[in-house]
């Protein structure tokens, strides 16, 4: 039993950072591993970055450099920090978990997801 809830979206400049959380409940988190991905109006879900149960992770070519994940077990929280963000990158973002243990791109091998939480960012 996993619930997640993402926190931290919202209206930026092009250029500016964000950092988004998810906090996950039960005792289990350290085990999963974690991922963000993001969907724009009429558009189709994609990944964004990924971290394993060890701290492996995976990130999208068109993120990579600019966003970092990272996660917390004693806190049972998973974060993105987004740097110099650009109008693409305008989505509702999601937090999911995987009991494979792997940082997958694969939506598929999520079985958990939270609400998702919007980020804006405006020319």
């Known amino acids: 039993q996993v619930q997640l809830v993402e926190s931290g979206g919202g209206l930026v400049q092009a250029g500016g950072s964000l950092r988004l959380s998810c906090a996950a409940s039960?005792?289990?988190?350290?085990?999963?591993?974690m991922g963000w991905f993001r969907q724009a109006p009429g558009k189709e879900r994609e990944f964004v970055a990924a971290i394993s149960w060890s701290g492996s992770t995976n990130y999208a070519d068109s993120v990579k450099g600019r966003f970092t994940i990272s996660r917390d077990n004693a806190k049972n929280t998973v974060y993105l920090q987004m740097n110099s963000l650009k109008p693409e990158d305008t989505a509702v973002y999601y937090c999911?978990?995987?009991?494979?243990?792997?940082?997958?791109?694969?939506?598929?091998?999520?079985?958990?997801w939270g609400q998702g939480t919007q980020v804006t960012v405006s020319s």
């Open positions: 999911a978990a995987s009991w494979g243990g792997r940082p997958t791109v694969r939506a598929g091998e999520y079985a958990y």
């Open positions: 039960g005792r289990t988190f350290s085990s999963a591993a």
